[in-house]
T-cell receptor, first 112, second 110 residues
Framework: SQKIEQNSEALNIQEGKTATLTCNYT??????LQWYRQDPGRGPVFLLL?????KEKRKERLKVTFDTTLKQSLFHITASQPADSATYLC???????????FGGGTRLMVKP | DADVTQTPRNRITKTGKRIMLECSQT?????MYWYRQDPGLGLRLIYY???????NKGEISDGYSVSRQAQAKFSLSLESAIPNQTALYFC?????????FGSGTRLTVV
């Protein structure tokens, strides 16, 4: 069956360090992968989309990699700040462009 | 005004009651979705619609129905609410570049 795995344990890092979150998937051949940020009690907010033919994409302090051979995406936040503390979700399309399936998310805590 | 507005924000209802959650969007997108979120289970798709005449079941549609009244409006109904439908419900719209979510409706069925 199709599965998207994100580390369910919270990631705790010190302000200024680089946070790296992992998204692994099985039994998917997605055309693209997306990352979202979710704050408690709020809806997810779109951050980045990376296509299957792209290895890396950057946006300000964010960087996403996408390895379709390893079936893995890495999400990096450089120079992390306490305001980056949130849950980060990865999502994959069903390759028919119909819908996204979300991972369970990883909670990031950045300590000052 | 928010791009995607959900009402109500919070609702407590009794088992067996019919309840409707409403969603409206100002982004002019054709595609709309309803997801529910439970702790530890992430977001799961209930229904989606690609235009006013298009309705599709998602992963967990049993016990739910939807209505796409207009391009901007997509409502979710629980015909006879049960306690395991207690969850956070999100409406979303999309283009080929990302989804826009509403702020959610926290539903409690007692």
């Amino acid at each position: 069956s199709q599965k998207i795995e994100q580390n369910s344990e919270a990631l705790n890092i010190q302000e200024g360090k680089t946070a790296t979150l992992t998204c692994n998937y099985t039994n998917y051949s997605p055309a693209y992968l997306q990352w979202y940020r979710q704050d408690p009690g709020r809806g997810p907010v779109f951050l980045l989309l990376i296509r299957e033919n792209e290895k890396e994409k950057r946006k300000e302090r964010l960087k996403v990699t996408f390895d379709t051979t390893l079936k893995q995406s890495l999400f990096h936040i450089t120079a992390s700040q306490p305001a980056d503390s949130a849950t980060y979700l990865c999502a994959l399309d069903d390759n028919a462009g119909n819908m996204l399936t979300f991972g369970g998310g990883t909670r990031l805590m950045v300590k000052p | 005004d928010a791009d995607v507005t959900q009402t109500p924000r919070n609702r407590i209802t009794k088992t067996g009651k019919r309840i409707m959650l409403e969603c409206s969007q100002t982004k002019g997108h054709d595609r709309m979705y309803w997801y529910r979120q439970d702790p530890g289970l992430g977001l799961r798709l209930i229904y989606y619609s690609f235009d006013v005449k298009d309705i599709n079941k998602g992963e967990i549609s049993d016990g739910y129905s939807v209505s796409r009244q207009a391009q901007a409006k997509f409502s979710l109904s629980l015909e006879s609410a049960i306690p395991n439908q207690t969850a956070l419900y999100f409406c979303a719209t999309s283009t080929n570049y990302g989804y826009t979510f509403g702020s959610g409706t926290r539903l409690t069925v007692v």
